[in-house]
């Protein structure tokens, strides 16, 4: 790709591009083909950009996916604003994929495969190649008098690519040279389909989409299943999740909508939780329990920065107004709080009535820090502050507690 690029500079002299290498660190050759595409790119005085990925850590996706999910991470991590990802992907590379997602049982989603042109974070990916087979990118370069080097991790038809690279398709050519072309037309058939029905399914979806991210069920049994599911579909995919099984989206419909008596059920994927709360499901990351959890705040007069990406605390001049702790007195953050508090009455309030009150759902409530003074409660920050009479005629300060979910905490509920 880099000679074809280079011979269109020629031609337009205000086309600037780089290139980047992904050493994947898997083969004993991985850094002599580093080597090599650093060499080709001085030969081109075209800027360089190697880049290694952590090795090979198991997961339930396997070794492909958590591959490719490392190389688009650092791929992104080192596009430029208004830069253009350019990739190599050809058209045997397209079949390979619509053939993956058929043996996973994909829907119109999966089967139309790779698209032409997408976004990728704030860049554009463009696989310009798309249209055109290995074969042909073989005969131009040999015709170019071009050196290259193979990966030899390519050979091993242990992966599923590999072994309908190696042992499917040149059976399937043997039989019908034009299947790999004709196929071509079929996805792009089911990929503009596809545009049409997500269309139409999205209008929908935006009735059942709420501003905080969760969806609202009341009435979603008015539709039939494939709507339903599509509506379930699209609710994942708004998310930027993992889009789960045709099994486990019926699992969604079947025990979290259809089942409403339960008490906030909640289904577990690999990377997220779906929850239901009243007439509305919730999608979230799976966090680390802390409820036991006890941070000592012993400098309090520098930011706190809490577990879980729960955002930090701070001292301020316009946050939740509240009694000073003495001397004397350790401020502590739990996220548990005693069954009850004292109300403005000075009366024992559950504050299981105050979180209902207020309608956050049981999750949140877990992710709420609670401020003690030694083991007196005096706050859940920016919700509810206590009235206990060892607070009062105390000096006052202002604390405050930002996170990326609610942003600023800071009205009490008294």
Known sequence: MITSIYSFKKKNHTIKFRAIHINHNYDKNSNQWSI????????????????SIPNYKKNVYGIEAYFRIERYKAIQKNLLKSEILLTAHHLND????????????????????MPYI????????????????????????INQK??????????????DRNFIRHQI????????????????????????????????????????LCSNGSLNIIDI????????????????????????????????????ILMPNSINPKLQFHKFEIIRYKTFIYILPIMKKINNLIIFWKNYNKPLILPNQLGIIQSNLYGNNLPIPHSNEIVNIRFQADKKC?????????????????????????????????????????????????????????????????????????
């Open 36 to 51: 090599f595409c650093k060499n080709i790119c001085e030969k081109y005085d075209v800027e360089c950009i190697i880049q």
């Open 94 to 113: 397209q079949l390979e994929t619509f053939l993956l997602a058929l043996k996973r049982g994909s829907g119109p989603t999966g089967l139309s495969s």
């Open 118 to 141: 997408k976004k990728i974070g704030a860049n554009i990916h463009c696989r310009p190649l798309l249209y055109v087979t290995k074969q042909e990118i073989k005969n131009w370069a």
């Open 146 to 159: 071009l050196s290259w080097l193979s990966d030899s991790s390519n050979q091993n038809i242990k992966f």
């Open 169 to 208: 398709l040149p059976k399937i050519e043997k039989k019908w040279p034009f299947f790999i072309k004709n196929s071509m037309r079929s996805i792009k058939l089911i990929n503009e389909e596809n545009i049409i029905l997500n269309q139409f399914t999205y209008k929908i979806f935006n009735k059942y």
């Open 221 to 256: 049994n008015r539709y039939n299943e494939t709507m339903r599911n599509l509506i379930l579909r699209h609710w994942i995919k708004f998310h930027h999740q993992e889009m789960p099984s045709y099994h486990k989206i019926n699992m969604i419909y079947n025990e979290l």
């Open 342 to 414: 004292i109300n403005q009455n000075h009366k024992f309030i559950e504050i299981k009535k105050i979180w209902q009150k207020m309608r956050i759902p049981p999750w949140e409530r877990k992710r709420i820090p609670m401020i003690y003074y030694n083991n007196h409660f005096i706050t859940a920050l920016g919700y509810y502050t206590s009235h206990s009479k060892i607070l009062l005629n105390r000096k006052k300060w202002c604390l405050s507690w930002y996170n990326h979910i609610n942003h600023i905490h800071g009205n009490n509920y008294n």
